[in-house]
């Protein structure tokens, strides 16, 4: 009975303390994949980064050399004022004939880039008075932007999954874990051609320099809001090839605000699945649910006679209970409910002396 007792204490201990487990070994498993990550990206980049600058000393050396009236500190002067304009994306050859980045068609991709948080950065404000707009505008903007995207998500939530899931769960009987899981796995894999093996074959077409990977890349970069802004669309036209440059940077501009408006509804898809609830209570506090609906508007209720009755507004204390007095009623009527079917119930039944039981007499013996 002591063993009994004791495992089940120690069951109830583990259950009560598995969630802040599971969470422990959640952060250290994060922790273990970022330090990964690091390790694999230092390994392959590092020796890359270093053959780069190998060469472009090279080439610095050899062009001090076959140019002896350029010294090296006026050389360093250029470089570095060049390279400072190329990051605020001004470009200094003087061959390339690039469009203005702040016409209305660039300012709106500038726009949609900070609202959705994508930011590549290879335009960014130049003017003190820019640099303080853009952290009002975003201030704003940024909030009224999750609440849109929010709000449009809800919407095409319940025409693209739940009216479907909820459809061929009554037609075909299936359960609906199994009809939810494939259809976000036939939702994602729709989302994957569509919104990036279509649009980088696209850019593959259009941009000059751009191979296939790379254009994948900058989909997937710039669906998933990273903007890293190493390859931004249109930025590489030396020639001005672009017959409608403006046109194509708004078709870029709608492909991404329809592409992350997709890519929310298929991990929102994702979220709603059985299987990843369940996973994710695993990791939740506990101490954090919220009451039922009833108990909310019972407490709600008390709260507000209460403030009644303080004003002198209200009917009084003993028009409407408290929870605890309704508590108190609740246990009263049920105990004397109890009673009274106990006392019927022996008044109709005759007595008979017990047998033997050997429950009782193990018990007891």
Known sequence: MVRGFSSGCFAQAAERHSTALSFSLLSAGYVLYLLLGA???????????????????????????QNECVSDARLEELLARAIEASNYGVSVLGNQTEPNN??????????????????????????DGGKAFCVLYSLVGIPITLLFL???????MVVVTRRPVAYFHRRWGVSRA???AAHAACLAALAAVFLLFVPAAVFVAVEQNWSFLEALYFCFISLSTIGLGDYVPGENDPEGTHAHGQLYRLAITVY?????????????????????????????????????????????????????????????????????????????????????NLNRSLAATPYTPAANSDAVNGFFS
């Open 178 to 180: 199994r009809l939810a």
């Open 150 to 156: 929010s709000a449009v998500v809800q919407r095409l």
């Open 39 to 65: 390790g694999i990206f230092s390994a392959i980049e590092l020796p890359y980064e270093e053959r780069l600058r190998q060469d472009l000393k090279q080439v610095r050396q050899e062009f001090l050399e």
């Open 256 to 340: 991404l605000l329809l592409g992350l408006v997709c890519v929310l509804v298929v991990l929102e898809t994702c979220c709603e699945l059985p299987q990843l609830r369940g996973i994710k209570q695993r990791f939740y506090w506990d101490g954090g649910r919220d009451p039922d609906s009833e108990t909310t508007n019972i407490i709600d209720s008390d709260h507000l006679t209460q403030e009644a009755v303080a004003a002198g507004d209200g009917p009084g204390p003993a028009s409407i209970p408290s929870v605890s007095e309704q508590a108190a009623s609740l246990r009263r009527h049920g105990n004397n409910n109890v009673n009274l």
């Open 102 to 127: 702040w016409d209305f068609v660039s300012a709106l991709f500038f726009t949609s880039t900070v609202l959705t948080t994508t930011g590549y950065g290879h335009t960014v404000p130049l003017s």
